[in-house]
């Protein structure tokens, strides 16, 4: 597996022996300071180019970069928006392990997307000195009380989703409710808490893949049964793990911050879900009568 070292030297000599690329640099983890090295990093590339057009029609330019595994080009997917004329990528695995996102891209398209990186080549000065303070921009930023309340509110609102998604067997749709709706709140206050703790100069990572770092095992282990397989009641009992793991950071975070939690709404909710697990299959109404929880 070639190093770093041998990879940058590359991506350094192919800038320097074309004209039409006027500067490189590698942003993502590899710029990223704080971010652990391991094997599975890639190579977040950017070449800045007169044209992207010659690029795109060279089918073999990338083959110098190494042997390739397989590839992709993220810009043809129909999918996604994108604008080959000013950036123009190639996905690559390479049969030696390592892996590369190579993109060229136009003065103005690159310098418009500058976040955390480090120069390679520059041969017109065009790129700025990357400012020593650019990784701060991921850490935890300090809630508000209205985000938090926010968060609680949409959190709770939407666990009736799930409940209902379960009483009818929508597998599925009751997964997506539970992965993609409220997840993102419990990972939202997780790492609120994460960052207060740590005077929210940290990072979380994307999907929180960093918070095993920051969280006591024994609230990481709880966090870890939030994910189910998938069958109605190994979802049921990851509903309410995730409640309670939910609840207790919100309880925490609310003192700490000194921030206003609405416990009976809370109460209310977690009183439903029970209600909505216990219900027959083949129940004539939600309630028969007239329900009040509090």
């Known amino acids: 597996m070639r190093t770093e070292t041998e990879i940058l030297s590359l991506i350094k000599n192919v800038a320097l022996q074309d004209d039409n690329i006027r500067a490189a640099y590698i942003e993502g983890s590899r710029a990223n300071p704080e971010v652990v090295k391991d094997i599975f990093q890639d190579y977040d590339i950017v070449y800045i180019v007169n044209s992207t057009k010659p690029f795109q029609e060279d089918k073999k330019w990338v083959n110098r970069f190494g042997e390739i595994l397989y590839m992709h080009y993220p810009e043809d997917?129909?999918?996604?928006?994108?604008?080959?004329?000013?950036?123009?990528?190639?996905?690559?695995?390479?049969?030696?392990?390592?892996?590369?996102?190579?993109?060229?891209?136009?003065?103005?398209?690159?310098?418009?997307?500058?976040?955390?990186?480090?120069?390679i080549v520059d041969k017109d000065g065009v790129l700025p000195k990357p400012p020593e303070t650019a990784v701060k921009q991921y850490y935890v930023k300090k809630p508000q009380e209205?985000?938090?309340?926010?968060?609680?509110?949409?959190?709770?609102?939407?666990?009736?989703?799930?409940?209902?998604?379960?009483?009818?067997?929508?597998?599925?749709?009751?997964?997506?409710?539970?992965?993609?709706?409220?997840?993102p709140h419990l990972l939202r206050l997780l790492s609120w808490?994460?960052?207060y703790e740590h005077d929210f100069s940290v990072s979380t990572g994307k999907s929180?893949?960093?918070?095993?770092?920051?969280?006591?095992?024994?609230?990481?282990?709880l966090f870890l049964k939030t994910y189910p397989v998938g069958n109605v009641g190994a979802l049921w009992d990851a509903v309410f793990e995730m409640c309670?793991?939910?609840?207790?950071?919100?309880?925490?975070?609310?003192?700490?911050?000194s921030f206003a939690y609405d416990h009976v709404r809370a109460k209310n909710c977690l009183d439903f879900l029970e209600h909505v697990r216990q219900l027959p299959a083949d129940a004539e109404g939600v309630f028969l009568v007239k329900k009040s929880f509090v």
Request: charged residues 20%; glycine residues 6%.
């Open 244 to 257: 309670g793991l939910f609840q207790s950071t919100a309880v925490e975070l609310s003192g700490n911050m």
């Open 193 to 195: 808490e994460i960052g």
């Open 77 to 119: 997917n129909v999918f996604y928006p994108s604008d080959v004329n000013n950036c123009y990528g190639w996905q690559l695995q390479f049969t030696d392990g390592n892996r590369m996102d190579l993109h060229v891209c136009t003065k103005e398209n690159a310098l418009a997307n500058l976040e955390i990186y480090k120069i």
């Open 146 to 183: 209205i985000e938090f309340q926010c968060t609680c509110s949409n959190f709770w609102w939407c666990t009736n989703n799930v409940a209902k998604g379960l009483w009818r067997k929508e597998i599925p749709y009751a997964m997506d409710v539970l992965n993609y709706v409220l997840r």
């Open 208 to 221: 929180g893949k960093y918070i095993e770092k920051y969280l006591s095992k024994e609230k990481y282990d």
